[in-house]
Nanobody, 124 residues
Framework: VQLQASGGGLVQAGGSLRLSCAAS????????MGWFRRPPGKEREFVAG????????YYADSVKGRFTISRDSAKNTVYLQMNSLNPEDTAVYYC??????????????????WGQGTQVTVSS
Protein backbone atom coordinates (compact mmCIF):
# COMPACT_ATOMS: atom_id res chain seq x y z
CA VAL A 1 0.00 0.00 0.00
CA GLN A 2 1.19 3.52 -0.80
CA LEU A 3 0.54 6.39 1.59
CA GLN A 4 0.42 10.09 0.77
CA ALA A 5 0.30 12.53 3.67
CA SER A 6 -0.78 16.13 3.35
CA GLY A 7 -2.16 19.04 5.32
CA GLY A 8 0.87 20.26 7.22
CA GLY A 9 1.79 23.91 7.48
CA LEU A 10 2.57 26.83 9.73
CA VAL A 11 0.08 27.70 12.45
CA GLN A 12 0.09 29.87 15.54
CA ALA A 13 -0.08 28.37 19.00
CA GLY A 14 -3.67 27.54 19.89
CA GLY A 15 -4.58 26.93 16.28
CA SER A 16 -5.69 23.82 14.44
CA LEU A 17 -4.67 21.72 11.48
CA ARG A 18 -6.02 18.59 9.89
CA LEU A 19 -3.64 16.11 8.37
CA SER A 20 -4.78 13.63 5.75
CA CYS A 21 -3.22 10.40 4.60
CA ALA A 22 -4.54 8.84 1.41
CA ALA A 23 -3.91 5.14 0.87
CA SER A 24 -3.74 3.43 -2.49
CA UNK A 25 -2.70 0.11 -3.91
CA UNK A 26 -4.11 -2.02 -1.14
CA UNK A 27 -7.27 -2.98 0.68
CA UNK A 28 -7.72 -0.17 3.17
CA UNK A 29 -9.68 -2.29 5.63
CA UNK A 30 -6.75 -4.69 5.87
CA UNK A 31 -4.68 -2.15 7.74
CA UNK A 32 -4.52 -0.51 11.11
CA MET A 33 -3.29 3.04 10.70
CA GLY A 34 -1.10 5.29 12.77
CA TRP A 35 0.42 8.75 12.93
CA PHE A 36 3.94 9.32 14.19
CA ARG A 37 6.04 12.45 14.39
CA ARG A 38 9.70 13.40 14.57
CA PRO A 39 10.31 16.67 16.42
CA PRO A 40 13.50 18.57 15.53
CA GLY A 41 16.53 16.79 16.99
CA LYS A 42 14.43 14.06 18.58
CA GLU A 43 13.43 10.49 17.92
CA ARG A 44 10.29 9.53 16.09
CA GLU A 45 7.35 9.11 18.45
CA PHE A 46 3.89 7.67 18.35
CA VAL A 47 1.02 10.15 18.13
CA ALA A 48 -2.19 8.25 17.44
CA GLY A 49 -3.53 5.01 16.01
CA UNK A 50 -6.81 3.62 14.74
CA UNK A 51 -7.74 0.05 14.09
CA UNK A 52 -8.97 -1.28 10.76
CA UNK A 53 -12.65 -0.68 11.56
CA UNK A 54 -12.22 2.75 13.07
CA UNK A 55 -13.86 1.68 16.29
CA UNK A 56 -10.70 1.67 18.39
CA UNK A 57 -8.40 4.64 18.71
CA TYR A 58 -5.21 5.19 20.70
CA TYR A 59 -3.31 8.32 21.63
CA ALA A 60 -0.04 9.37 23.14
CA ASP A 61 -0.54 11.08 26.49
CA SER A 62 0.89 14.31 25.09
CA VAL A 63 -1.94 14.68 22.56
CA LYS A 64 -4.94 13.18 24.37
CA GLY A 65 -7.86 15.55 24.37
CA ARG A 66 -6.34 17.70 21.63
CA PHE A 67 -5.87 15.37 18.65
CA THR A 68 -8.41 13.07 17.03
CA ILE A 69 -7.63 10.27 14.60
CA SER A 70 -10.30 8.97 12.25
CA ARG A 71 -10.60 7.07 9.01
CA ASP A 72 -12.94 7.21 6.04
CA SER A 73 -13.17 3.88 4.28
CA ALA A 74 -15.03 5.38 1.32
CA LYS A 75 -12.07 7.68 0.66
CA ASN A 76 -9.29 5.31 1.81
CA THR A 77 -8.06 8.12 3.99
CA VAL A 78 -7.02 8.52 7.60
CA TYR A 79 -7.13 11.92 9.29
CA LEU A 80 -5.48 13.56 12.24
CA GLN A 81 -7.38 16.56 13.55
CA MET A 82 -5.03 18.62 15.70
CA ASN A 83 -6.44 21.29 17.98
CA SER A 84 -4.89 23.54 20.61
CA LEU A 85 -1.52 23.20 18.97
CA ASN A 86 1.56 24.32 20.84
CA PRO A 87 5.19 24.75 19.77
CA GLU A 88 6.04 21.31 21.19
CA ASP A 89 3.87 19.81 18.45
CA THR A 90 6.29 21.07 15.81
CA ALA A 91 7.52 18.04 13.90
CA VAL A 92 7.42 16.13 10.67
CA TYR A 93 4.32 13.98 10.83
CA TYR A 94 4.18 10.57 9.20
CA CYS A 95 1.28 8.27 8.56
CA UNK A 96 1.86 4.54 8.63
CA UNK A 97 0.01 1.30 8.01
CA UNK A 98 0.31 -2.10 9.62
CA UNK A 99 -1.43 -5.33 8.85
CA UNK A 100 -4.72 -5.90 10.57
CA UNK A 101 -4.56 -8.54 13.26
CA UNK A 102 -1.04 -7.77 14.45
CA UNK A 103 -0.53 -6.72 18.03
CA UNK A 104 0.72 -3.33 19.16
CA UNK A 105 -0.17 0.11 17.92
CA UNK A 106 2.47 2.50 19.22
CA UNK A 107 5.66 0.82 18.04
CA UNK A 108 7.05 2.19 14.79
CA UNK A 109 8.72 -1.12 13.91
CA UNK A 110 5.29 -2.74 13.76
CA UNK A 111 4.36 -0.64 10.74
CA UNK A 112 5.43 -1.83 7.33
CA UNK A 113 4.28 1.08 5.21
CA TRP A 114 5.04 4.76 5.60
CA GLY A 115 4.06 8.00 3.96
CA GLN A 116 6.55 10.68 3.04
CA GLY A 117 5.93 13.02 5.97
CA THR A 118 4.38 16.45 6.22
CA GLN A 119 5.86 19.34 8.19
CA VAL A 120 3.86 20.96 10.99
CA THR A 121 5.29 24.11 12.51
CA VAL A 122 3.62 25.83 15.45
CA SER A 123 4.79 29.33 16.24
CA SER A 124 4.53 30.84 19.71
Amino acid sequence: VQLQASGGGLVQAGGSLRLSCAASGGTFSSYNMGWFRRPPGKEREFVAGVNWSGFSTYYADSVKGRFTISRDSAKNTVYLQMNSLNPEDTAVYYCAAKARGTAGVDKAYEYGYWGQGTQVTVSS
